[in-house]
C-alpha cells in the first residue's frame, strides 16, 4: 500500500530533552516536507526536500533540522524542544512536476 | 502573512445541497493552488489543484474556481454528502523551489 509513515504518533518530551521524529515513504516521491499545524493557524511548512541531500527552509524552521540522506527517508530533529513546539506535525511527500501531496497520519508533540 | 484568526470559519449543509468553500490567497506570483480535505484525525487529503492560467477546473463532484483579479479560489461540492464532513484548506505554490501556504481551513458539516 502507497502511505507516508510517520512514527511515534504520539510524544510527551520536557523541555530541552533532543527528539527526532521519523518519516518514512514508499512510493519513490523526490520531494518530501514537513508541517505544523496549530489551531486557528493552517498547515505551516517548516522544511522541505526536493532530492537526497537537498533541503530548503519552509516558512517556520526555527527550532527544527531535517536530514534527507535517503530518498524514502526525512526525520525531523528538535534538537532542544520549547513549550511552543507543542504542535500537531504532519510529514508528506509528492512527485516531482506534481502539487498532490501525501500526507502522512501526524504525530502530535507535547513539549512541557 | 500569517493569519492569527482562532476560529475557524464553519459552513453547514443539508445533504444533497451543494457547498461552496471560499479562500482567499495573498501571492499574485503565486502559480499553482491545491485544495486539501482533512478529516477528524487523519493527514489532509487532495482534493484537486488549478493552474494560475486556468479560471475553472472540474473533478468527480467537486469545481475549483479561480479569480486571479481579486485573489480569491473556490472550491463547490456537488450534492454534498455526510462523508463530505472535515475541514477544507486551499494550499498555494510560487513554483520556486517547493513552498507552500495554506489557509486556516473551513469547516464543513453536512446535515443528514
Known amino acids: 500500500e502507497a502511505q507516508v509513515t510517520q512514527n511515534p504518533r504520539y510524544l510527551i518530551t520536557v523541555t530541552g530533552k533532543k527528539l527526532t521524529v521519523t518519516c518514512s515513504q514508499n512510493m519513490n516521491h523526490e520531494y518530501m516536507s514537513w508541517y505544523r499545524q496549530d489551531p486557528g493557524l493552517g498547515l505551516r511548512q517548516i522544511y522541505y526536500?526536493?532530492?537526497?541531500?537537498?533541503?530548503d527552509k519552509g516558512d517556520v524552521p526555527e527550532g527544527y533540522k531535517v536530514s534527507r540522506k535517503e530518498k524514502r527517508n526525512f526525520p525531523l530533529i528538535l534538537e532542544s524542544p520549547s513549550p511552543n513546539q507543542t504542535s500537531l506535525y504532519f510529514c508528506a511527500s509528492q512527485l516531482v512536476g506534481s502539487y498532490e501531496q501525501y500526507f502522512g497520519p501526524g504525530t502530535r508533540l507535547t513539549v512541557t | 502573512g500569517e493569519n492569527v484568526g482562532l476560529h475557524l470559519p464553519t459552513l453547514s449543509v443539508q445533504e444533497g445541497d451543494n457547498s461552496i468553500i471560499n479562500c482567499a490567497y495573498s501571492?499574485?506570483?503565486?502559480?499553482?493552488f491545491i485544495w486539501y480535505k482533512q478529516e477528524s484525525g487523519k493527514g489532509p487529503q487532495f482534493i484537486i489543484d488549478?493552474?494560475?492560467?486556468?479560471d475553472k477546473r472540474q473533478g468527480q463532484r467537486v469545481t475549483v474556481l479561480l479569480n486571479k483579479t481579486v485573489k480569491h479560489l473556490s472550491l463547490q461540492i456537488a450534492a454534498t454528502q455526510p462523508g463530505d464532513s472535515a475541514v477544507y484548506f486551499c494550499?498555494?505554490?510560487?513554483?520556486?523551489?517547493?513552498?507552500?501556504?495554506f489557509g486556516t481551513g473551513t469547516s464543513l458539516t453536512v446535515i443528514p
Open positions: 488549478i493552474r494560475s492560467n486556468m
Open positions: 494550499a498555494e505554490n510560487s513554483n520556486t523551489g517547493n513552498q507552500f501556504y
Open positions: 501571492n499574485s506570483a503565486s502559480d499553482y
Open positions: 526536500s526536493m532530492n537526497v541531500e537537498v533541503t
